[in-house]
């Protein structure tokens, strides 16, 4: 769980812990596995997974509220090539203003 919190800490300086203990527990088995534990930014049907996904059942968004907040979080993580899901998923509910829906 440290490793997903410091990476997280990257981005934003006040994790919050049980944040991203939520989305650890909701990606689950993808985790697992390298490629599923990426988001590939570049890839409009990945983006469109988290959005039709992750952004509009977890965190209740409507798909242009979620694409505007991915393009945020695409923006804070342009410089890193592997983008972790768990990371993307916390400061995409950070930048959406929904963090307090995961903990």
């Known amino acids: 769980m440290s490793d997903y919190s410091a990476d997280v800490a990257k981005y934003t300086?006040?994790?919050n812990e049980a944040a991203v203990k939520a989305?650890?527990?909701?990606?689950?088995?993808?985790?697992?596995?390298r490629d599923s534990s990426l988001v590939s930014g570049s890839?409009?049907?990945?983006?469109?997974?988290?959005?039709?996904?992750?952004?509009a059942k977890k965190l209740?968004?409507?798909?242009?509220?979620a694409d505007t907040g991915m393009q945020a979080v695409l923006a804070?993580?342009?410089d890193e090539r592997n983008k972790s899901r768990v990371t993307f998923y916390y400061l995409l509910?950070?930048?959406?203003?929904?963090?307090?829906?995961l903990s």
Do not use: H, W
């Not at 509910?93 to 829906?101: D, F, N, Q, V, Y």
């Open 13 to 15: 300086s006040n994790v």
């Open 23 to 33: 989305i650890v527990k909701y990606c689950g088995i993808a985790l697992q596995n």
């Open 43 to 55: 890839d409009p049907k990945e983006l469109a997974t988290v959005r039709d996904g992750f952004a």
């Open 60 to 65: 209740g968004l409507a798909a242009a509220a």
């Open 76 to 78: 804070k993580m342009k």
């Open 93 to 101: 509910a950070e930048s959406t203003g929904t963090l307090g829906k």
